[in-house]
């Protein structure tokens, strides 16, 4: 019997579930999602290695994917011995990964699912397309921390963000955690974005589908009230923080083509005071890589932070247990969330369906 | 065998050629990379390869939809060298290795049935029949470019998934956690029992696959042959070309407008056209002159290209062409000065005519100089290239020489020089931007070459030219003095 949950991601053509950290339970919720809707033709991929059996960076067990027949499965080759469903192998899609080619294959079998998928945005791109090609009718994308996800978002039309215990004993910084990721992500769309940012923009999405690797010099640019260039800049060098600086007592957009870093944002609140003027603008939420305090104080300052591609956040998930074995109160946790959060707030582990899966 | 060095052209346009050729597989560009100039022992193979592209050049102007739906194919193709490798070593072949194999057979096939319904007749393009190759790995009456260990290869294996199957189902139904664990167990040494059968099936099928390794390896070099010789009648397609003829080897080169590719392509993009070159370069020497500017080394450049690209197995890019089957193709264009080594452009030169008159051993062949000894002093460049003139009229080399060296005498030496200049009183563009300077000058440029009747003869247009690129009034007025 279908759930809330699923019930709310039930629409989604192409959905991306995302952690806050790792072992925030974005498997759980993957299998999950997988066990409630069993519609025929869903498709999974994930970005890079996850699903492992033991988690490669803290050495605790993870849930690996249940998948059930019908299902589209884009992995790696290496790891298509791992994978103990039945399978047809369906298409090539001559994306490579450390563990080899991408291969799509279908699930002629329920059975554990080992998933490493592309890692850029271009190829998730190519590979969401080869999917709904071979008439995917849902993908998923098993995504990493938010930061490391932009390829999940992007591709995206519908984002799950899972969070828990594993950040902090502290159920205050876990809330605190959360809500600043969930505000990044969820940062609003630019209104009448100056053409010269469009089109950059656009040349830049065209070209992540080739080659995401070469990074131009120049990858953020300033453009003043008239929607002229002012100047570009590289955004790896702390003289870029003075530019902007320099020309935000006037109206100024800067639009980064890649991410936004902490550092820029910390020389940037080094050299100016009133910011008033100032719109930061990228593509999505995850090109922010800010802190707590950096937002609150950009905020403070009047500098509004704007997207061009909205995501579409459609609900936060809650894994209580951390991976070093403790247990946070779940009731509690998931009610502060639901205080500070303007989306749903689930405990998938509380949800009796998942328990059949793992 | 992949470790084999790409064949590196003398020219630079043949470099672009060959880079620009429309080859999208593993294969076609594999059979670039073993490509080899011909030699004049070749000449009857030559021949016939020249028959199979006149062939297929003829069928490409009149199907212009073939040429898409045989790329589509080539596109597709994934190199399986690797696959075919494991199972000449007699690997068990894991499930990529069988889809691929499967793919590539249904390619081929694909390719076979289109070249087949055709009225394209080739006798160097044969494709093994690899039909039974597609069923053997696909059992199932309906041929799918998917693939899976069907079945149908064993009983047990059927049985066991059956079984699993009914499994899944109860593990679905379970609601107690403990009894779905039991499930899960029981499911997990099915598993094992499946993977097993599946070992043992492909085994099998890689045992069976054994006999057809070697078609398989001719059907990979089939697929890279008939895509580079499809892609070298689409460079005929493309640009003014001719099937060349081949004389006896003491026959001059005879080039009846022929384009340089690279240059045509430059020119179309600014909305100019190439201006065709007509030349004869005889056993002996051939002596170019000519104003600066005046399309010299565009003309060496296009022939020592096209006889370089016949010798490749390409047409002519030329209204009509025909020369000897050249042993080898040398070009000096006294621009391989490297001081990385120590090598002044003069010194570089040097260094290349000893290469060149190792090479004049063995055999015959093409060689080009473009302005040689230009870097050193004009008393005695002149005399450098005077005596490169006789040493190639003694050896047996087709030579062609550009110069601005006055003087040279060589009385059974052929001559040329480019028309130059149409006006000697061009006005200046109102424009001083250096492109309308150009683009002023070329518009009243006439690159044609006219045959000499007597000794060659230099024109004095270096102060023209100059005036005409606007150059520095005081600095003109200096140099006119001089003139005086």
Redesign the interface.
């Known amino acids: 019997m279908p759930d809330r949950l699923t019930e709310l991601v039930a629409d989604c053509n192409c959905l991306a579930i995302i952690g806050t950290e790792k072992n925030a339970g974005k498997t759980t919720v993957l299998n999950h999602l997988l066990a409630t809707d069993r519609r025929p033709g869903q498709a999974i991929t994930s970005i890079g290695y996850d699903g492992e059996n033991v988690d490669q960076v803290t050495g605790t067990d993870k849930p690996v994917i249940y998948v059930g ?1 019908g299902t589209l499965v884009a992995t790696a ?1 290496d790891l ?2 791992q994978c ?1 469903f ?7 899609t001559n994306l490579y990964t450390p563990l080899g080619e991408v ?1 799509i294959l ?1 699930a ?4 554990y699912a080992q998933i490493a998928g592309p890692s850029t945005t271009g190829q998730m791109a190519i590979l969401t397309r080869m999917l709904q090609q071979e008439k995917a009718g849902r993908i998923i994308i098993d995504g990493a921390a938010a930061r490391k996800s932009t390829a999940a978002v992007t591709t995206a039309d519908g984002c799950i963000l899972a969070t828990g215990a594993s950040y902090s004993p502290d159920p205050e910084k876990v809330v605190e955690h959360t809500t600043h990721i969930a505000a990044l992500l969820t940062l609003p769309a630019a209104k009448n974005l100056p053409d010269v940012i469009k089109q950059a923009y656009q040349k830049v999405e065209n070209q992540v589908a080739n080659d995401m690797g070469a990074r131009q010099a120049a990858d953020c640019m300033l453009v003043d009230g008239n929607e002229n260039i002012i100047i570009t800049g590289n955004s790896l060098e702390d003289s870029t923080a003075e530019l902007i600086a320099t020309h935000s007592s006037k109206p100024l957009c800067v639009y980064f083509t890649g991410a936004i870093t902490a550092r820029l944002v910390q020389k940037l609140l080094e050299r100016s005071r009133e910011l008033r003027d100032l719109k930061l603008i990228a593509a999505d939420g995850t090109r922010f890589l800010l802190s707590a305090t950096q937002l609150s104080e950009l905020k403070r300052r009047g500098v509004q932070l704007l997207v061009i591609k909205p995501v579409n956040l459609l609900a936060v998930t809650v894994n209580p247990w951390s991976p070093e074995g403790f247990y946070l109160d779940s009731n509690s946790l998931c009610a502060r969330l639901k205080t500070v959060l303007s989306v749903e707030v689930f405990d998938i582990m509380a949800d009796k369906a998942t ?2 899966v793992l | 065998m992949n470790n084999q060095k790409p064949y590196q052209p003398a020219t630079a346009v043949t470099a672009w050629v060959l880079a620009n050729l429309n080859l999208s597989s593993p294969y076609g560009r594999k059979a670039l990379k073993t490509l080899r100039p011909a030699r004049s022992q070749d000449r009857e193979h030559l021949e016939n390869s020249l028959d199979e592209l006149t062939v297929l050049i003829d069928f490409c102007r009149q199907n212009r939809e073939f040429g898409q739906k045989a790329h589509g194919i080539f596109r597709q193709l994934r190199n399986i060298a690797g696959s075919v490798l494991n199972l000449q070593e007699e690997l068990v072949p894991d499930e990529t290795e069988l889809f691929e194999i499967k793919l590539f057979a249904m390619q081929l096939c694909e390719m076979a049935a289109l070249v087949n319904n055709s009225d394209l007749k080739l006798t160097s393009i044969l494709f093994e029949d690899l039909k039974p190759l597609v069923r053997l790995l696909n059992p199932d009456e309906m041929i799918v470019s998917s693939f899976y260990l069907h079945e149908s290869y064993s009983t047990e294996l059927k049985n066991i998934r059956n079984e699993k199957r009914l499994l899944e189902n109860q593990i679905l139904a379970a609601t107690d956690p403990h009894l779905a664990d039991q499930l899960r167990h029981q499911r997990s040494e099915l598993v094992r029992c499946e993977r097993e059968q599946e070992y043992q099936i492909r085994k099998t099928l890689g045992q069976q696959l054994k006999p057809w390794l070697q078609h398989l390896n001719k059907s990979m070099n089939m697929f890279g042959h008939f895509e580079l010789l499809l892609a070298k009648a689409e460079a005929a397609v493309t640009w003014p070309s001719c099937r060349p003829r081949i004389s006896e080897s003491e026959m001059p080169l005879q080039a009846v407008e022929a384009i340089n590719p690279q240059m045509y392509e430059i020119l179309k993009v600014q909305g100019k056209e190439f201006t065709p070159v007509t030349l004869e370069v005889i056993r002996g020497t051939t002596l170019i002159t000519g104003a600066n500017m005046g399309g010299k080394s565009v003309a060496l450049m296009t022939i020592a290209t096209n006889a370089e690209l016949v010798r490749l197995g390409f047409f002519a890019f030329a209204a009509e062409f025909s020369m000897p089957l050249f042993d080898y193709i040398y070009l000096i264009a006294g621009d391989g000065q490297n001081q990385a080594v120590g090598l002044s452009s003069f010194g570089a030169e040097m260094m290349q005519l000893k290469e060149l008159t190792e090479l004049t051993r063995q055999g015959s062949g093409l060689a080009v100089f473009d302005e040689f000894a230009r870097s050193t002093n004009p008393y005695e460049g002149r005399r450098f290239v005077q005596a490169l003139g006789e040493f190639m009229q003694q050896s047996d080399l087709h030579g062609v020489i550009a110069t601005h060296y006055d003087g040279i005498d060589l009385p059974r030496a052929v001559c040329y020089q480019v028309v130059g200049l149409k006006n000697k009183n061009i006005i200046l563009p109102d424009s001083t931007d250096s492109r309308a300077l150009i683009d002023n000058l070329c518009a009243n440029m006439d690159y044609r070459l006219r045959k000499l009747d007597g000794h060659s003869e230099v024109p004095h247009d270096a102060l023209h030219i100059a005036t005409l690129l606007d150059a520095d009034p005081r600095f003109l007025s200096l140099l006119k003095k001089l003139y005086n």
């Open positions: 027949r080759n298509i011995g103990d039945t399978r047809e192998l369906v298409r090539f291969v279908r002629l079998s329920d059975g328990s059949k």
